[in-house]
């Protein structure tokens, strides 16, 4: 496996189920992040980990909580969801040195759907 | 915090034909640029960057420029074809972590 897996693929569930979505990156990154992409709007940045801690909370509803065990793996995990948190979330990863980007490497996504 | 705006939403040109799409930021101190293109069904894929010591990029048919002083910065493709056709972000950061992306413009290329 190479680059940003991301699952599952699709998620359908009901307003009261707990679900996660899983994501593992073989990049060796620094980094990890989950964004929001709803249609029309700009990629919500949700959640940031820099070297496996937490370095913004970006203001994300609590039935929004990430887990990152490690600098390879991230969970983001779903309870109580509301059916305007439907949209497509993306996992990336990056390598943060000093204060210097090098670009992020997205995962294809997990297409949600709350019901 | 930084705000990007991206333009066109929609973009529709011949093949053949050159491409523009515009973003601007609010932010002067951000230094980083990439352009992101999402294909159906993936995630966005990174084709071009540029640093704010660098005035343009080349990279074959795509390009990107920067104006600093202006605060603006464009992705241009030549000679488009269609598998050229994707939505294209674009992205500004200051420091690492902190990437945000325009709101996408849809190019299609006709053939």
């Known amino acids: 496996e190479t680059g940003v897996t991301q699952t599952p693929r699709h998620l359908v569930m009901g307003m009261t189920n707990k679900k996660s979505l899983k994501c593992e990156q073989h990049?060796?990154?620094?980094?990890m992040y989950w964004y929001k992409q709803s249609a029309k709007k700009p990629l919500e940045l949700m959640f940031v980990y820099s070297l496996e801690e937490r370095v913004e909370n970006n203001s994300v509803p609590s039935r929004f909580s990430p887990e990152c065990p490690n600098s390879s793996h991230l969970f983001l995990h779903l309870h109580t969801l509301q059916p305007e948190d439907s949209a497509l979330y993306l996992c990336a990863s990056s390598q943060v040195e000093g204060l210097t980007d090098y670009g992020y490497t997205f995962g294809s996504g997990t297409r949600l759907t709350v019901v | 915090g930084e705000n990007v705006e991206q333009h066109p939403s929609t973009l529709s040109v011949q093949e053949g034909d050159s491409a523009v799409i515009k973003c601007t930021y609010s932010d002067s101190a951000s230094n980083y640029f990439p352009w992101y293109k999402q294909e159906l069904g993936k995630g966005p894929q990174l084709i071009i960057d540029?640093?704010?010591?660098?005035g343009e990029k080349k990279d074959q048919r795509i390009a990107v420029t920067l104006n600093k002083t202006a605060k603006h910065f464009s992705l241009h493709i030549t000679e488009t074809q269609p598998e050229d056709s994707a939505v294209y972000f674009c992205?500004?950061?200051?420091?690492?972590?902190?990437?945000?992306f325009g709101a996408g413009t849809r190019l299609t290329v006709k053939p």
């Open positions: 990049l060796g990154h620094n980094a």
């Open positions: 992205a500004a950061s200051i420091y690492g972590n902190d990437m945000r």
């Open positions: 540029i640093r704010s010591n660098v």
